[in-house]
Structure formats: structure tokens, C-alpha cells
Antibody
Framework: EVQLVESGGGVVQPGGSLRLSCAAS????????MTWVRQAPGKGLEWVAN????????YYVDSVKGRFTISRDNAKNSLYLQMNSVRAEDTAVFYC??????????????WGQGNLVTVSS | DIQMTQSPSSVSASVGDTVTITCRAS??????LAWYQQKPGKAPKLLIY???SLQSGVPSRFSGSGSGTDFTLTISSLQPEDFATYYC?????????FGGGTKVQIK
């Protein structure tokens, strides 16, 4: 069974840092593109970042470029999102997701349960 | 960036009704479009990919159509478990973008 389990969320002060983790199981993690998507309270979905299976390509939404870093450890079947210089507008539930393998386009077929990050002093 | 515009933002319907949601892309995206269902407090669930392909395990009352800039999600014979928020997403160009969502509510 495919599972994605997120951890690492919580309350962080503006300007602070936090690292989200996503532990994958039930599939060959090293073969899949992975993603982070977030949802501010009461708002819609916003794509944050994608990473290639070998970690050699990464893509970000403009609002997090230079502040967030997506990474992965295929030996540990884990995906990460390092969040630096966080702002109040980064407050959201963050979801990790898996991209469908057989398409070159970005369709996400499995998701984690979501992890709340609250930026507040 | 490609903007995705969904309409309506909300719709009230009864069990057994047919509901149609539209999604318009600000530029042509061929058929590189997905539809997701999200219930409160839950992760999104992939319903449709490549504009019209039904994801495994999704009931056949869900269907998608369209190409280029205009797309449609149709839910035939609405069931109680279908009351949720639906999002479209363009899948071809970074940054990936979602529509604003359509909330399907009970009439």
C-alpha cells in the first residue's frame, strides 16, 4: 500500500526556519517525481515545489524561491522541504504528493495527510 | 504563468442531479489537465488526468472533457459522498497552477 506520512510541522516565528519531512512506503520512491503543495486556511491549493527522482531538477513557485529548498534522500525513502525566512503568508497545511509515473506531465495520484505550519510570533 | 479560472465557485445540488464545473486556462494546455476532489481536513484526491482519463478506483459518474483552454468536469447522478470541493490543475508548465475551486453543496 502506498503511504506518504508527513512530519515536522508546527509553530515557527516570522523569519525562522522549519523542515518538513515526508516518509514514503509501498512503492519505489527513487523512481518518482515528488511534490509539495500547500493550502492556506480556508483557501485553495497552491503548488510549491517539484523534485526529479534523482534530485537533479527542482522547480519552485516564485513566492518561495530563495527561501524554501526541496530535497530527497532515496536511501531513506524521504522527501523534505526546508523552509527558511518564513513569513506569515506561509501559514498553511503542506501536503507531499507523488507524481504519476507513466506520464511526463504533473498529475499527482497519492498524497500525505497534510502537515500544518503556522508562522506566528 | 498559466492562470486557471474555475466556475462556478459554488453550486448547490441535490442527490441524483448532474453537476458541471468548468475550468478555463489563460493559454492553451492541450489536454494536460487534472481534476481533484477535496473534502474538509483531507488531502486532495485525483479524479481525472489528461483531461478525460478516469483515475483507477474513481466511479464512472465522474467524467472530464475538453482540450486547449476550456475543460469540464461532470458529475452524473450526484451521490452524498460527492459533496466536496473540486479543483482543476494544469499539469504542463511550471509553476503548476490550480483553479480557485468549486464547492458542491447540498441543496
Amino acid at each position: 500500500e502506498v503511504q506518504l506520512v508527513e512530519s515536522g510541522g508546527g509553530v515557527v516565528q516570522p523569519g525562522g526556519s522549519l523542515r518538513l519531512s515526508c516518509a514514503a512506503s509501498g512503492f519505489t520512491f527513487s523512481s518518482y517525481w515528488m511534490t509539495w503543495v500547500r493550502q492556506a486556511p480556508g483557501k485553495g491549493l497552491e503548488w510549491v515545489a517539484n523534485i526529479k527522482p534523482d534530485g537533479s531538477e527542482k522547480y519552485y513557485v516564485d513566492s518561495v524561491k530563495g527561501r524554501f529548498t526541496i530535497s530527497r534522500d532515496n536511501a531513506k525513502n524521504s522527501l523534505y522541504l526546508q523552509m527558511n525566512s518564513v513569513r506569515a503568508e506561509d501559514t498553511a497545511v503542506f501536503y507531499c504528493g507523488r507524481r504519476i509515473l507513466w506520464f511526463g506531465e504533473n498529475y499527482f495520484d497519492y498524497w500525505g495527510q497534510g502537515n500544518l505550519v503556522t508562522v506566528s510570533s | 504563468d498559466i492562470q486557471m479560472t474555475q466556475s462556478p465557485s459554488s453550486v448547490s445540488a441535490s442527490v441524483g442531479d448532474t453537476v458541471t464545473i468548468t475550468c478555463r486556462a489563460s493559454q492553451g494546455i492541450s489536454d494536460y489537465l487534472a481534476w481533484y476532489q477535496q473534502k474538509p481536513g483531507k488531502a486532495p484526491k485525483l479524479l481525472i488526468y489528461a483531461a478525460s482519463s478516469l483515475q483507477s478506483g474513481v466511479p464512472s459518474r465522474f467524467s472530464g472533457s475538453g482540450s486547449g483552454t476550456d475543460f469540464t468536469l461532470t458529475i452524473s447522478s450526484l451521490q452524498p459522498e460527492d459533496f466536496a470541493t473540486y479543483y482543476c490543475q494544469q499539469a504542463t508548465s511550471f509553476p503548476l497552477t490550480f483553479g480557485g475551486g468549486t464547492k458542491v453543496q447540498i441543496k
